[in-house]
């Protein structure tokens, strides 16, 4: 049996005036993804639990079968096993984002312009990282250069008791009333409001502006965590796997379960990624003889965060074409069983530019119980709705790997 997720990051939305009242995986209309659902098992699933924040990481914990309320310790340590960093347990990990801040005066009274400094390259955003390492780091905090605009921070012996913001969570907002809060937090803040004097007017970042590109002109500390302890991918389902992304928080949840993380070239986490690529990559992984492979595709969520409704879009029908399709028609050709479970990981609504707690729409398709033809099934929110209901991702996963106590409901 070999076993396909397929998680389009923050696709799932809600009603959008401008689509006549649709969401986007209502009205882009995936001709193969919608094809499959009409034999498929769908319906709705609650990824986020009660009372923790609807993050990627809790959200992709949940879809592979870990509980965040017991695995979930932070996004960025996750990050850092992704990036090759040592931490020993008393090692404290921030997610480091180069952001854009834009306005006069103050740090304070500068905007949140950009949680991803117009998608910087690696390229520009090492030598920024660098610069900062340099001028900031030192003796128990270093920061560590990862992909596009998403790096890391290490505290030796660090705390883990602040009240940190998610930049996306923030856009158009002051700095002031979203800085790191909690016992000891100025060392922190300090460190953002001296980057800024170190950024802003970097050559990087000149050139970027007389390109009409936002400049990474600070950076943003936060979701921080220890090294996480998760459970052997393996010793839980009995089967061997790989993930694909280009988030180190996604590899990092794979790497921590035992499972290969495959590097694709050219995958970005934006709607310029390799999307093909990664159908390959899922392909040669199944015929190294990998039992499962776990796609994961951030770019509707990058363009959910940047409101980009044409992206979005864009980007769903690009995993339905280029993602999708591929690796489906290589099952089938194979003469083997397989089971395929598309499902976002929690929805980023256009109208908040944010990631938001409701259920999910899912499909799960076993290939040796395709249920009869029901030609109002979709990959969809409307469709969902109407379908089997699942409590957790964890139950979800219980099901698509093969138990049946799964604590499925009909709506």
Known sequence: ???????????????????????????????????????????????????????????????????????????????????????????????????????????????????????????????????????????????????SYRHAMIVNDGRVDYDTTPPHDVLTQRVGGNL??????????????????????????????????????????????KKPKLPS?????????????????????????????????????TLLTNFRGKADGAIEEFKSGRDFVYIHIEAPDECSHQGDLNGK???????????FKPVFEYLQGTGEAFKILIVPDHRTPIEIRTHSSEPVPFVLYESENALPRDEDKAFSESSGSKGTYYDSGCALAERFFGSMNHGGNNQ
Not at 251 to 269: D, S, V, Y
Not at 313 to 323: I, N, P
């Open 1 to 147: 049996m070999k076993y396909l997720i397929i998680v389009p990051d923050g696709c799932a939305d809600r009603p959008i005036p401008s689509l006549d009242g649709r969401t986007p995986l209502e009205a882009v209309g995936l001709e193969y993804i919608n094809e499959l659902a009409k034999v498929s098992e769908t319906g709705m699933v609650k990824t986020i639990p009660d009372g923790i924040p609807p993050g990627s990481d809790a959200a992709n914990l949940s879809v592979m079968g870990f509980d965040p309320s017991v695995y979930l310790t932070g996004r960025s340590p996750l990050e850092a096993v992704s990036m090759g960093i040592e931490m020993s347990d008393t090692d404290v990990a921030f997610r480091t984002n180069l952001v854009t801040l834009e306005g006069d005066g103050a740090y304070d009274e500068l905007i949140i312009k950009d949680h991803s400094s117009g998608d910087i390259s690696s390229e520009e955003s090492r030598i920024l990282i660098e610069l900062i390492e340099k001028e900031l780091g030192g003796g128990d905090i270093h920061f560590y250069p990862g992909v």
């Open 180 to 225: 790191p809060k909690g016992e000891g937090a100025e060392r922190i803040e300090q460190l953002m409001r001296k980057s800024y004097d170190i950024l802003r007017d970097h050559p990087v970042n000149r050139a970027r502006v007389e390109k009409g590109l936002n400049p990474a002109n600070s950076i943003w500390i936060w979701g921080q965590g």
């Open 233 to 269: 991918f393996y010793d839980k389902y009995g089967i061997e796997g790989a993930v694909i992304s280009a988030v180190d928080l996604i590899k990092g949840i794979g790497l921590c379960a035992g499972l290969r993380a495959r590097m694709i070239p050219g995958a970005t986490g």
């Open 313 to 323: 879009l864009e980007s769903l029908e690009k995993t339905d074409k280029e993602v």
